[in-house]
């Protein structure tokens, strides 16, 4: 087991934003994290991460437990992370970025600079390596978030709607890059919007609403189970779907 | 580019040589002591993001110091330069651990209040000379005084602490220090999840910035073989600094030194010409400054610099490509 993080909640004053949250991760799943706004997804990705501590719960990864450990303890330990809203260094170069996860595993800046490479290279951004960050559109800035973060070489990468804001090109290029991080052996965890982009990517999905898991399961089981579709559509909808179904 | 460094490091190393007067010379000096200052400022102020306006307070310990050693044990001035820095750096955790907590301007502000408490305890002091301050020696006893008639010699030992200053800048820059310290600027959230410790490289940051200011102190009251609380520990000193290398450029190796090149000298004119009243005038010049690099130019003159020739060489291109077509 990768990741296991059991029985996890969080309040924020008297609001309970997540309540016992389960999920256990395999080395090389590609795991989605979807449900309706405010479900909780990204306060229990924000826990995962290191940003937030849960209120009660338990979090380890790879035999460590994590619960309380820094964000900066999570990226050393190999959990790294990409921001809802990108995060880019705006007025360093693309290369700079990079360097700073790069810098991570590396602390010669000959070797941090030619890893940094590598990676720019492999998520397509070596035509931009000298643009300042703050040149990128929306697309570009998730890239490089994404080039950043593998540059700290992570065992784990959760992508935070990595993909949102994308036109139906970018996804399909968006959708390749995270298959070929896959296929370097990297685990990820995946929150997203877009049903295509979970349908295509993820083998197992997890659905939050009002703060709790309420089904998880291989994608096209998930997205016919009543409970969720309620969850997304109302009840009316659920059961209409019920009574339509073969 | 390269012999454009060269023709500017030959015009420092020679310029006591190029001017006939003393004030010229001296001048020269107060610009390099002011290239320190800001300089060592610009590590923590610049290169990591936490803009201080209390480093006032490791410029005074590093002035009082060594004219404490020598009023109190008769020690030559330049014996209390080491023990400056090391009080200094204690000043630094102390104040560091708690302000850091805070961002942006409320770390500004108590930085300004520790600054402030600071100097208001050394003119109630009499330990410390209080209101009046100290003098150091009136005639040099030995060499290891450091106390010239000329300020040639000043000028010198300046401007080799000012090379150490910016090499040992240069070089950090560079390494992972000096690319934290800009995520940290950045970002301090996204720094974290890259697995930057922040608070870890702030009080680095912090540490080399103080120890800096306060040599800068010393080489001052040396210098001068003065001070009081206002010319070690005022809040002018802090904002000079500050002035100094968001004129020229903050976060940038050269920045201080140039805006210590353009403002030093006109400080200089203003107080030879209206006496005593020319340090409202600094005040009135400081204010200017800071309202339009704020509305104008946040990135200093050297970012204006880089802008424009980034411009002009765009430019050239497209001629160069409208000539070929």
């Known amino acids: ?246 | 580019m390269r012999w454009l460094g060269i023709v500017i490091g030959a015009a420092f190393l020679l310029y006591p040589w190029l001017v006939t007067d003393d004030f010229y010379a001296r001048t020269g000096a107060d610009v390099l002591l002011a290239a320190i200052g800001a300089s060592a400022w610009n590590i923590l102020g610049g290169y990591a993001g936490q803009i201080s306006v209390g480093h006032a307070m490791f410029f005074g310990i590093g002035a009082y110091l060594p004219l404490l050693a020598y009023s109190h044990m008769g020690l030559p001035p330049v014996a209390g330069v080491p023990l400056a820095i090391v009080i200094s750096l204690g000043f630094a955790i102390v104040v560091g651990l708690p302000t850091f907590r805070l961002h942006g301007h409320y770390f500004s502000m108590a930085t300004i209040a520790v600054a402030e408490l600071v100097r208001i305890v050394i003119g109630n002091w009499d330990f410390v000379g209080a209101a009046t301050g100290l003098m150091g020696p009136a005639v040099s006893r030995t060499w290891l005084d450091l106390s010239f008639r000329s300020p040639i010699p000043y000028y010198y030992l300046f401007l080799a602490v000012l090379a150490g200053l910016l090499l040992l800048t240069w070089h950090l820059q560079r390494s992972r220090m000096g690319y934290y310290w800009r995520a940290i600027r950045a970002g301090e959230r996204p720094a974290r999840s890259l697995g930057v410790r922040v608070a870890r490289y702030k009080l680095y940051a912090l540490l080399l910035s103080a120890a800096f200011t306060s040599l800068a102190g010393s080489l001052y009251s040396l210098m001068v073989g003065f001070i009081d609380p206002e010319s070690g520990f005022g809040i002018l000193r802090s904002v000079e600094m500050i002035i100094i290398a968001a004129l020229g450029g903050a976060g940038t190796l050269f920045g201080p030194l140039l805006g210590a090149v353009l403002l030093i000298p006109l400080q200089t004119v203003t107080n030879s010409l209206f006496g005593g009243g020319g340090s409202g005038l600094t005040y009135i010049i400081y204010g200017g400054i800071i309202v339009v690099l704020a509305r104008f130019e946040p990135g200093g003159l050297l970012d204006l610099w880089r802008r424009a020739s980034q411009w002009w060489s765009r430019r050239r291109e497209t001629v160069t490509v409208r000539h070929a077509a």
Do not use: W
């Open chain 1, 1 to 246: 087991m990768l990741l296991s993080a059991r029985e996890v909640s969080r309040s924020f004053g008297s609001f309970v934003a997540l309540a016992n949250a389960n999920l256990d991760v395999e080395e090389g799943e590609i795991v989605g994290l979807i449900g309706p706004n405010g479900a909780g997804k990204s306060t229990f990705f924000n826990c995962v991460a290191g940003d937030i501590p849960p209120s009660a719960g338990r979090i380890v990864f790879s035999g460590t437990d994590v619960t309380r450990a820094s964000a900066a303890t999570h990226a050393r330990l190999g959990i790294g992370r990409t921001f809802q809203v990108p995060a880019t260094f705006e007025e360093m170069s693309i290369l700079d970025n990079v360097m700073v996860g790069a810098f991570l595993r590396h602390h010669q800046r000959g070797d941090a600079r030619a890893a940094a490479l590598d990676v720019i290279e492999f998520t397509g951004l070596k035509a931009l390596t000298e643009a300042p960050a703050k040149s990128l559109g929306t697309p570009g800035r998730k890239r490089l978030e994404i080039a950043r973060v593998l540059a700290t070489e992570p065992k784990l990468l959760l992508l935070d709607e990595a993909l949102a804001g994308l036109t139906p090109v970018e996804i399909q290029e968006a959708i390749a890059l995270v298959r070929r991080i896959h296929a370097r052996g990297v685990t990820i965890v995946i929150v997203e919007h877009i049903m295509e982009v979970i349908l295509t990517l993820a083998e197992r999905v997890l659905v939050f609403n009002q703060g709790a898991t309420i089904a998880s399961g291989r994608p096209r089981d998930v997205v016919n189970d009543p409970a969720v579709i309620e969850a997304y559509l109302g009840r009316r909808h659920a059961r209409d779907r019920g009574a339509h179904a073969p």
